[in-house]
Structure formats: structure tokens, C-alpha cells
Antibody, heavy 120, light 106 residues
Framework: QLQLQESGPGLVKPSETLSLTCSVS??????????WGWIRQPPGKALEWIGT???????YYNPSLNSRVTLSIDTSRNQFSLKLSSVTAADTAVYYC????????????WGQGTLVTVSS | TVMTQSPATLSVSPGERATLTCRASQSVTSNLAWYQQRPGQAPRLLIFGVSLRATGIPARFSGSGSGTEFTLTISSLQSEDFAIYYC?????????FGQGTKVEIK
């Protein structure tokens, strides 16, 4: 059964870069059938889509995050990653990685999430 | 596309029916999904394509609607159904979620 697991620092300083990795087990990230994505949820707030990536490296980003977001994929390690630059307290959230359903659509399977706090 | 859910909170007794609404600021055709999020857990996909249940989702969950107005119905609430429910459109970029409806015990 496919599983996703987020990892990375739980505390990031303002103005620095947040870096998270999603490790996929029980299936190949290179599957032509699926896209992979990141979603975040500030404490007590709603979900926000961050971006989506395909195994080819094609990416789709939320314009609200401007040019601060970069997604990458490492098929040899069965992982994909998120980098968010110039973070502020507003970027404090639980970050989830997910596998999308058919095409780049809905979020079919989710990781458990990891809380990242931006604070000095 | 802005997704607006109502009500913000729904108080329902176990065994009763719950009806949640999601409205889109423009048509999303049939590209609409629903998720359930229990406290301290990741969201779980319930419904995609407006009315298609995801794998393992009980038949008491059903979705309907088209265009800009959608409904999630839970026919007979069980204790494990008290949670927050989010709708999401995947018809246009950026993908957007509603603000959520909390279903609480009455």
C-alpha cells in the first residue's frame, strides 16, 4: 500500500528557506499515472494548495506564493521535495505531501503532515 | 475560483442526516472533491468527480451538484463522522479549497 512521509526541520528562522522532503514507499514515484503535490494548513485554518509536480519534472505552482516555491523530484530515491524561500511567520503551517488522482486533480492519498514553525 | 462552504458549523445528533453545501465563484463543471479531516489527522479523500466515492468510503457519504453548487450528504451520522469537511475544485488553476464545515455533535 502506498505511503507518503514528510520530513524536514520543524523550526525555520524568518527570511530563511523552508525545505521538506516527501518519501514515497509501496509504489514508484515514476509512475506515469500520477502527479504529486504539496498542501499546507496554518494552525486552525483551511487548506492551501502549494504546488504539483510530475515525474518528468513539470511543475505547477500557486501564484499566491509568487516565485518563492520550488518543487523537485528525485526518482532514484522515490522522493519529491519542497523549498519555500524568504519565509515569514505567515508560513507557519502543517505541510502535507500527497499523491493526486487521475491527472493533476484531487488529492487521493496524503502523508501525515509535518508542522513547520517560522520563528527566530 | 473561490470556494465557499456553508454552514461554518453544523450541529447534528448521531443517526441524523447532515447536508453540507459548497459554492464556487465560477463553474467548476464536475471537477469537485470532498475531504474529511478528523482532529489531529491529515485530510482523507471522500468524494471526487462530484459524486464518486473514494476507495473504502462508506455508502452513507454521497455527493451531488454541478457547475457552481454542490452538496455532501451524510445519511446517518456515526461517531467517527464528526470532523471538518472541505471541498476542493480542480477545474482551474490554482486549485482551491473551501474554508471548511465543522460537523459537531448536537
Amino acid at each position: 500500500q502506498l505511503q507518503l512521509q514528510e520530513s524536514g526541520p520543524g523550526l525555520v528562522k524568518p527570511s530563511e528557506t523552508l525545505s521538506l522532503t516527501c518519501s514515497v514507499s509501496g509504489g514508484s514515484i515514476s509512475s506515469a499515472s500520477y502527479y504529486w503535490g504539496w498542501i499546507r494548513q496554518p494552525p486552525g485554518k483551511a487548506l492551501e494548495w502549494i504546488g504539483t509536480i510530475y515525474h518528468s519534472g513539470a511543475t505547477y505552482y500557486n501564484p499566491s506564493l509568487n516565485s518563492r516555491v520550488t518543487l523537485s523530484i528525485d526518482t532514484s530515491r522515490n522522493q519529491f521535495s519542497l523549498k519555500l524561500s524568504s519565509v515569514t511567520a505567515a508560513d507557519t503551517a502543517v505541510y502535507y505531501c500527497a499523491r493526486l488522482g487521475g491527472g493533476h486533480s484531487y488529492f487521493q492519498l496524503w502523508g501525515q503532515g509535518t508542522l513547520v514553525t517560522v520563528s527566530s | 475560483t473561490v470556494m465557499t462552504q456553508s454552514p461554518a458549523t453544523l450541529s447534528v445528533s448521531p443517526g441524523e442526516r447532515a447536508t453540507l453545501t459548497c459554492r464556487a465563484s465560477q463553474s467548476v463543471t464536475s471537477n469537485l472533491a470532498w475531504y474529511q479531516q478528523r482532529p489531529g489527522q491529515a485530510p482523507r479523500l471522500l468524494i471526487f468527480g462530484v459524486s464518486l466515492r473514494a476507495t473504502g468510503i462508506p455508502a452513507r457519504f454521497s455527493g451531488s451538484g454541478s457547475g457552481t453548487e454542490f452538496t455532501l450528504t451524510i445519511s446517518s451520522l456515526q461517531s467517527e463522522d464528526f470532523a471538518i469537511y472541505y471541498c476542493q475544485q480542480y477545474n482551474s488553476w490554482p486549485r482551491t479549497f473551501g474554508q471548511g464545515t465543522k460537523v459537531e455533535i448536537k
